[in-house]
Structure formats: C-alpha cells, structure tokens
C-alpha cells in the first residue's frame, strides 16, 4: 500500500535550517507530483511547496519563498525539503503528500 514516511524534523534556533526527507513506497513514485503541507496545531493545513513528476518544476507559497527549496529523488524514491532562515511563526508539523495520500509528518519547531 502507499506509504509516505516523514522525517528529519526536529528543533532548531530561529534563522537556522532544516532538511526533511520523505520516503515514498507502494505506488511509482515517479509518475506523480507531490507536495509539502505544513499544519500548525488548532489550524488549517497550508499548502507550501510541490514539485513535478521529473522534478523540474516547483512552486512555493509566497511566505517560503526564497527560504524552502523543494526536490525529489525519483532513484531513490524520495520527496526533499530544505528550509532555510526558519522562523519561530513557520508552522509546526510537516506533511508530504499527494493526491488524497498524505503521510504522518515530521514536527518542526523553532525557538531560541
């Protein structure tokens, strides 16, 4: 069955950097986009990045910017997130997903 298996989140100091990995399994990877969402407790999740099937094309939502950059790995199955210049109101838990598949996330948390 799909799995999409998170990780790579953790705690870090506002202005530093994370990169979230996302293992993808039981479908072909390569034929599909994917996305990141990200949810913040109480609240809607919110679309942050995708990225294309080959990989070549990404689109970001406007408040990361310049700071995420998103990639795949279609050898190895795996969906990329680097984030840059975190701040403490980017919001928690991390998803990658797609179409209706989404997995269990990975928390992100910035504080000094």
């Known amino acids: 069955q799909v799995q999409l298996v998170e990780s790579g989140g953790g705690l870090v100091q506002p202005g530093g950097s994370l990169r979230l990995s996302c293992a993808a399994s039981g479908f072909r990877f390569s034929d599909y986009g994917m996305k990141w969402v990200r949810q913040a407790p109480g609240k809607e999740g919110e679309w942050v990045t995708d990225?294309?099937?080959?990989?070549?094309?990404?689109s970001y939502t406007d408040s990361v910017k310049g700071r995420f950059t998103m990639s795949r790995d279609n050898t190895k199955n795996t969906l990329y997130l680097q984030m840059n210049s975190l701040k403490p109101d980017d919001p928690t838990v991390y998803f990658c997903?797609?179409?209706?598949?989404r997995g269990q996330g990975t928390q992100v948390t910035v504080s000094s």
């Open positions: 997903a797609f179409g209706h598949f």
């Open positions: 990225i294309n099937r080959g990989g070549s094309t990404t």
